[in-house]
Every structure is written in C-alpha cells, then in structure tokens.
C-alpha cells in the first residue's frame, strides 16, 4: 500500500506564500502522474496542479502564474509553491499520485488558510 504525506500547510496572509510537500512510501519512478487537488467548503474537490512522468505541468486557470508544482526524484516528493496567495485559494489541499497500474492514492489533506 502506497502512502502519500502532505506537509507545509498553515495560515498565510493575502499575497504570501506557502510551499506544500507531499512525500511518497516509493520511487515515484512508478506514478505516472502526480498533482495536487483542494476542496474548499461546500465545493467540490478541483485540480489545482499536476505534473506527469515525464516531467509536463499542467495548472487550473486559477492558478496559473502564482503556482508551481515540481518533483524531487531522489526524495520521492513532490511539492507545489504557491505565491501571491488569495482568500479564495483557502481549501484542503491534497496531494495525489496515479501509478502505472492506474491504482490513484490520495494523501490525507493539509489545510491552507488565506486571511487578512
């Protein structure tokens, strides 16, 4: 069973930056696809970020500019910095990975509070 801990969520004021890592159990050699999703309240869960094997990126118009989702393949993480945060960027942010068997594991969620 693969698991995948996020890390680096808290409080933030408008216009800061948080930076979120979500390690993973294995080599993410065996995703095929790795991002970050967030659900705010009373919403329903929504890609923020992701990025594939082979390296490609693709963002929610949301966010495109402010954040940016990389991976580190000798730690087995990946991360996603935000930068010029809003308040409506408050939500559960939660990391996900899609294995080469097509099996998609789900890390528990951190919380990211935008707020003046």
């Known amino acids: 069973q693969v698991q995948l801990v996020e890390s680096g969520g808290g409080s933030v004021q408008p216009g800061g930056s948080l930076r979120l890592s979500c390690s993973a159990s294995?080599?993410?050699?065996?995703?095929?696809?790795m991002g970050w999703h967030r659900q705010a309240p009373g919403k329903e869960r929504e890609l923020v970020a992701d990025?594939?094997?082979?390296?490609?990126?693709n963002y929610a118009d949301s966010v495109k500019g402010r954040f940016t989702i990389s991976r580190d393949i000798p730690k087995n993480t990946w991360s996603l910095q935000m930068n010029s945060l809003k308040p409506e960027d408050t939500a559960i942010y939660y990391c996900?990975?899609?294995?080469?068997?097509?099996?998609?594991?789900w890390g528990q969620g951190t919380q990211v509070t935008v707020s003046s």
């Open positions: 996900n990975g899609r294995d080469i068997a097509g099996t998609t594991y």
């Open positions: 294995r080599s993410i050699f065996s995703f095929n696809d």
């Open positions: 990025i594939t094997s082979g390296g490609r990126s």
